[in-house]
């Protein structure tokens, strides 16, 4: 077992490294992970209240709905329209990308900042299992936290307003409900995932570089090629192909759009394969500079 993870042990004390089935290096990289959220608990705490802000919303009005009714008289049960659920999954998957972008932004230039990285250093993790923790906090952990928080949250609002605030509904699984949950999980893993990785491994270097102000050094680049591109050549390729990426392939930033694209037609996009590779190409360069960067 590797010493990095020996605990001393005693009554009521296990070792933290029992992660069976794991090579050492992906041990390592597993404990990296858990960091980042023990450090960063914005990532989760801040979806977490979003989602109680919804059902709570959703409870109000659920509530007041029935109030309504029953003073009217009318024989009918309260119809809470789907929208709602899409609602819910757009501010929930809108909350966790902002938190993705920031943990990005200072995830390298946070353990300068506070001279941590000094501490860490020290410990026997290499750089590129640092590097790739931290990228893996936005391109993995984040995408399934948004879409367990997003199951869980609709299939609350779901059993409210079925069985408390209209009655027992036999048809309490909703197919569309079910198919919304698939296209969910396929467009966090395509787009937020796959799609958007060279945005949060560009974010990565800049926190890895920048010495202060992250956030401008981390837009003026791009904003001032647009610029030049404009001034110089009177075209706007760049700014075009910045756009193209935001909107994801076939336009289809939109959860029910990307129903349009099938896996095949995503994998065989070759902006799909030339943003890996300079996902890839961001990634090393950020490893290279906090191997040799220093506190700021």
Same mark, same amino acid.
């Given at each position: ?147 367990? !928080? ?8 779901? @059993?409210?307003?079925?069985? %408390? /605030?209209? *009655? +027992? ?96 037609? !995503? ?8 943003? @890996?590779?300079?996902?890839? %190409? /961001?990634? *090393? +360069? ?11």
């Amino acid at each position: 077992m590797d010493s990095q993870f020996n605990v001393i042990s005693g009554p009521g004390i296990q070792s933290r490294a029992a992660v069976p089935g794991l090579p050492p290096i992906a041990r390592t990289l597993y404990w990296s992970i858990k960091r980042e959220l023990w450090e960063n608990r914005s990532i989760y705490i801040a979806p977490l209240i979003v989602a109680g802000l919804i059902l709570l919303g959703n409870a109000i009005g659920g509530i007041g709905g029935n109030f309504t009714s029953s003073i009217n008289g009318a024989n009918h049960t309260q119809t809470f329209s789907l929208r709602s659920y899409d609602f819910a999954a757009d501010l929930i998957m809108g909350t966790t990308l902002l938190v993705a972008i920031f943990y990005c932004l200072d995830a390298l230039y946070g353990e300068r900042r506070d001279r941590s990285i000094l501490f860490w250093k020290s410990m026997p993790v290499s750089d590129t299992v640092t590097v790739l923790a931290k990228a893996s906090i936005p391109l993995v952990v984040i995408p399934l936290l948004t879409f367990g !928080l997003t199951v869980v949250t609709q299939a609350i609002m779901f @059993l409210l307003n079925g069985t %408390i /605030f209209r *009655g +027992l509904n036999p048809e309490w699984v909703h197919p569309r409900l079910l198919q919304d949950w698939v296209g969910l999980l396929y467009h966090l893993v395509a787009i937020h995932s796959l799609w958007y990785s060279p945005f949060f491994a560009w974010m990565l270097l800049v926190s890895a570089w920048a010495r202060r102000a992250v956030f401008l050094w981390a837009v003026l680049p791009p904003a001032g090629i647009g610029i030049l591109e404009r001034l110089v050549f009177h075209s706007s390729h760049f700014a075009e192909m910045l756009k193209n990426r935001v909107d994801g392939p076939q336009g289809s930033m939109n959860t029910h759009s990307m129903t349009r694209v099938t896996p095949a037609e !995503l994998l065989a996009a070759p902006g799909l394969w030339i943003g @890996l590779a300079i996902t890839a %190409i /961001f990634l *090393g +360069l950020a490893i290279q500079l906090r191997r040799y960067r220093g506190p700021v």
